[in-house]
């Protein structure tokens, strides 16, 4: 059996290990000459920049596969937990270290609020069920037939599926600050915490069963250590040729064209790359049904990003590895991200500083970080040109002001990437951040499906299809092709 992986972030090189391990001939293609879509690596002068996921949760995922072929993962990867997983800090100046430490966090809490404590609790229980059902039981079930979704239907609405993440966490904490912090996790896949199907609540119960970790020499070591088990197990890999076509006949997968009009057969193709890209530019000779046709029109795509990588010439020991900088407003910021498709300067902000823990990914005596901020995607037609330099100043602006005095005269290396990166480089659709939304009625089955529902021989994993997006949701997507090929 000849199988292609087209891309190479988190999702595909995981389906190529798992295509591996059943013994077919696996090729993986990647248009850039490194690996790691979304996860790519930068370098510049000494500084080393995670392009990408920098959160790790549920490593047991990546490290199944090393073993599947009897490997251990600490001989290719370090994952190393954090103690703090994120600082959030509020408008007013207030501070949240949120953690595993169940005291520390009630502890903190009652200092809010202490009626909330006692609704924590609660919230933390209703989100395990969540994640037995969701994670654990469904995250690497196909859903590719109506029927599978009937099923599980009961169960979903039991949990409260259609309600929001922010409903559901209201429903149990009350103050606003508190809501704001333990409903925020859609974002980290890019969902609208007041749209999100409360099935992603189950993110906050899988960060407490596991923790967070961070790779030693950033996420990009793992991309490495991946490369060279692929090596060592037969993978062919082609970097810097782009699949400009997927080859069928008869909606029956026949092979791939690149851009250097070469052709490879193959029996299987596996998408990474996002859904829409691919069924609108790439099957040209695909007939697609007209309620196919009607499913990817009515589909909603998540926020665009904004990410602004910088090194400094000093270090702030007193930022945490992970902050989250909420703005004044919550829920008017996120509805003119998501539906009204315009910027709004009193934003919310996701700082990176991998050089709190690791030291090697900066010179000695500087800093590194990267700054993520939700934006609207490229459906709003704003000028990155013109709005980018904009939008780099005003962050600068409230770093500034809050987290890093006098940042602006201790930069010495700093670029910035667009909603125009995700779309141009990346190929997903209107350069959003995370494919499609999360919302219920774009999940499971209503998702793209991992086994196409239009042509034979093509696959799907990565963010747009099941389960979703973040590393554990591609990782899993992977896990579906054992249970389809």
């Not at 239907?153 to 993440?165: E, H, M, N, Q």
């Not at 702030?316 to 590895?321: A, F, M, N």
């Not at 009625?441 to 529902?453: D, G, L, M, V």
Request: overall charge positive; hydrophobic content about 35%.
């Amino acid at each position: 059996m000849k199988s292609i992986v087209i891309g190479s972030g988190f999702g595909g090189i995981a389906a190529a290990l798992r295509l591996k391990a059943k013994n077919h001939n696996v090729i993986l293609i990647e248009k850039h000459t490194d690996l790691g879509g979304r996860a790519r690596v930068f370098k510049k002068n000494g500084f080393t920049f995670d392009a990408g996921p920098t959160v790790i949760t549920a490593p047991y995922l990546i490290e199944e596969l090393f073993e599947l072929f009897n490997k251990k993962p600490e001989d290719y990867i370090k994952l190393t937990p954090l103690n703090t997983w994120y600082r959030f800090i509020f408008e007013d100046g207030a501070k949240f270290d949120y953690s595993g430490d169940e005291e520390k966090m009630k502890k903190q809490i009652k200092e809010i609020n202490e009626d909330d404590v006692k609704g924590y609790e609660e919230l933390v229980k209703f989100t395990k069920k969540i994640f037995d059902k969701g994670f654990t039981e469904l995250s690497d079930v196909p859903f590719d037939k109506p029927l599978v979704m009937m099923k599980q239907l009961p169960a979903l609405l039991k949990l409260k599926s259609y309600k929001s993440v922010y409903s559901l966490v209201s429903s149990y904490i009350k103050d606003e600050k508190l809501r704001r912090m333990l409903s925020m996790h859609p974002l980290l896949v890019g969902g609208n915490p007041f749209t999100t199907t409360s099935i992603y609540g189950l993110i906050l119960y899988l960060e407490k069963k596991w923790g967070i970790h961070y790779s030693m020499g950033g996420t990009g070591n793992i991309i490495k250590g991946l490369e060279k088990l692929m090596i060592e197990e037969g993978i062919k890999i082609i970097k810097g040729q782009e699949v400009t076509n997927i080859i069928s006949i008869n909606n029956k997968i026949e092979g791939v064209k690149l851009d250097n009009q070469r052709e490879i057969n193959a029996n299987n193709v596996i998408c990474n790359a996002d859904p829409p890209a691919v069924y609108e530019k790439l099957l040209n000779q695909t007939k697609i049904n007209y309620l196919f046709e009607w499913k990817q029109k009515r589909m909603e795509y998540s926020m665009g990003l904004f990410v602004y990588y910088f090194g400094t010439k000093k270090t702030y020991p007193d930022v945490e590895h992970h902050t989250i900088k909420f703005g004044d407003k919550y829920k008017e910021h996120l509805n003119d991200i998501f539906d009204k498709k315009k910027l709004n300067k009193d934003i919310s902000y996701y700082l990176h500083r991998p050089s709190a823990t690791d030291k090697s990914m900066a010179p000695e005596g500087n800093d590194c970080f990267y700054v993520l901020v939700p934006v609207p995607n490229n459906q709003s037609k704003l000028d990155w040109k013109i709005e980018g330099e904009k939008m780099k100043d005003l962050v600068i602006d409230k770093m500034e002001k809050t987290l890093l005095p006098n940042l602006r005269q201790n930069i010495v290396e700093d670029f910035y990437l667009t909603p125009d990166y995700f779309e141009n480089e990346l190929n997903t659709k209107f350069g959003s951040g995370f494919s499609i939304q999360p919302k219920f009625t774009q999940s499971a089955y209503f998702r793209f499906h991992n086994k196409s529902e239009v042509c034979e021989g093509l696959y799907f994993v990565g963010a747009g299809t099941h389960p979703g997006a973040g590393v554990p949701g591609v990782l899993s997507s992977a896990k579906v092709l054992d249970k389809i090929i």
